[in-house]
């Protein structure tokens, strides 16, 4: 099975950028379509964004896009997380997450996913 670290969140202002990534061990990345999704306080984890193990389709949220890109780098095992305009409600633990196959298409739910990282913590003020 596949094992999955999230690292690059911070504290930043609202307006800033940030890149989160997704660092993935154990087995072969590109087995893997990838998700980011995060979790606000008092609210449900919710699907940010998706991409498949080729990086050929990707699918975000509304409220996301146009400032949030996901990609991936299969020869480095990493999927990342562009996130630009940040705004107060982006706050949340983002979580990345693998879903086992080489499908063409995207997931948007959590139960999609067998696998997620331990989430890594965004805080934009305002």
């Known amino acids: 099975q596949v094992q999955l670290v999230e690292s690059g969140g911070q504290l930043v202002k609202a307006g800033d950028s940030l890149r989160l990534s997704c660092a993935a061990s154990g087995r072969t990345f590109s087995d893997y379509g990838m998700g980011w999704f995060r979790q606000a306080p008092g609210k449900e984890r919710e699907f940010v964004a998706a991409?498949?193990?080729?990086?050929?389709?990707?699918a975000y949220v509304d409220s996301v896009k146009g400032r949030f890109t996901i990609s991936r780098d299969n020869a480095k095992n990493t999927g990342f997380l562009q996130m630009d305009t940040l705004k107060p409600e982006d706050t949340a633990v983002y979580y990345c997450?693998?879903?086992?196959?080489?499908?063409?298409?995207?997931?948007?739910?959590?139960?999609?996913?067998?696998?997620w990282g331990q989430g890594t913590q965004v805080t934009v003020s305002s």
């Open positions: 991409i498949n193990w080729s990086g050929s389709t990707r």
């Open positions: 997450a693998a879903r086992s196959g080489q499908y063409d298409g995207t997931y948007g739910r959590s139960q999609d996913y067998g696998y």
